[in-house]
Nanobody
């Protein structure tokens, strides 16, 4: 019943920008921590950016800090990842994921470092950064 669907991926030039969207259904997003993960060719999937359910805690991987922004629109049940100053090494399949907060709203870093704790995943959207 729960479904996450990413969109917005595509081909962009280095230095360009792209905004990814993740439409959630079957859940009330305001009660869920969210995250974006990516998997580049030949590499393991890793956390890019995560946010606590309240939005009070946000985490960014060192490789994207200062360039990416995670946000949510709870009214639309949609998660966003704004990506600026894109680099070729950002090329990857990007996944959105979510988990219900439970009794505690944990720090965002927890969710990005423990992807196994994410209960729901999208199928991914490909971002290619190339000239």
């Amino acid at each position: 019943q729960v479904q996450l669907v990413e969109s917005g991926g595509g081909l962009v030039q280095p230095g360009g920008s792209l905004r990814l969207s993740c439409a959630a259904s079957g859940l009330t997003l305001e009660n869920y921590a969210i995250g974006w993960f990516r998997q580049a060719p030949g590499k393991e999937r890793g956390g890019v950016s995560c946010q606590s359910s309240s939005g009070g805690s946000t985490y960014f991987a060192d490789s994207v800090k200062g360039r990416f922004t995670i946000s949510r629109d709870n009214a639309k049940n949609t998660v966003y990842l704004q990506m600026n100053s894109l680099k070729p090494e950002d090329t990857a399949v990007y996944y959105c994921a979510s988990t219900r907060k439970g009794l505690f709203d944990r720090l965002a870093s927890y969710y990005c470092r423990n992807q196994g704790g994410m209960d729901y995943w999208g199928k991914g959207t490909l971002v290619t950064v190339s000239s």
